[in-house]
């Protein structure tokens, strides 16, 4: 990872002009090569945010929106703690302070999805559902479906879901 002096000043610039001295002291931000989806991530405990390098193709703007994005988690958390949802009401006000008033919670950039094959196929015995799996299930697993409709909601044998291809049970 590489530290980004410029849009780590910028950041503490604004987390003081909000007057939030300790997060302004303490924040850092870094360019991640590893990521890939995600235009960017904030890592609250450490007041640290991560950028997606690819950012720096889709201009400039992307890059502040994104910086203020992330910054906005750290400052909610900074003033509430963790009893907000990370894109509830707190963090709209804040991105309307950092100026990025109506901001979402995902970005439409045309960054690469990672998308894993789920080759783990399951039924249930009593519905027919099937359950594909990136990984294969450990233990017993029932059919949520099935127990919360005919056994409130309690795990049962009869419905445990049954590896598709193979005869025996998961």
């Known amino acids: 990872m590489?530290?980004?002096?410029?849009l780590q000043q910028q950041c503490r610039d604004m987390a003081a002009g909000l007057g939030m001295p300790r997060l302004a002291g303490t924040l850092s931000v870094y360019w991640n090569?590893?990521?890939?989806s995600a235009a960017?991530?904030?890592?609250?405990?450490?007041?640290r945010i991560e950028?997606?390098?690819l950012l720096r193709e889709h201009g400039e703007s992307e890059v502040e929106r994104t910086l203020k994005h992330e910054l906005a988690h750290l400052i909610v958390h900074e003033q509430y703690g963790r009893r907000c949802k990370p894109h509830g009401p707190e963090w709209q006000?804040?991105?309307?302070?950092?100026?990025?008033?109506g901001e979402i919670s995902r970005h439409a950039l045309p960054l690469p999805r990672r998308t894993l094959a789920r080759k783990f196929q399951y039924r249930c015995p009593s519905c027919e559902a099937t359950v594909s799996r990136v990984r294969p299930l450990r233990g017993s697993t029932a059919c949520f479906r099935c127990c919360r409709n005919h056994n409130a909601g309690v795990y049962t044998e009869r419905f445990r879901l049954i590896r598709c291809g193979s005869d025996s049970d998961v």
């Open 40 to 47: 960017g991530r904030a890592f609250l405990q450490v007041r």
């Open 93 to 101: 006000l804040a991105c309307a302070a950092l100026g990025i008033p």
């Open 51 to 53: 950028l997606n390098p």
């Open 33 to 36: 090569p590893r990521m890939r």
């Open 2 to 6: 590489q530290r980004d002096e410029g």
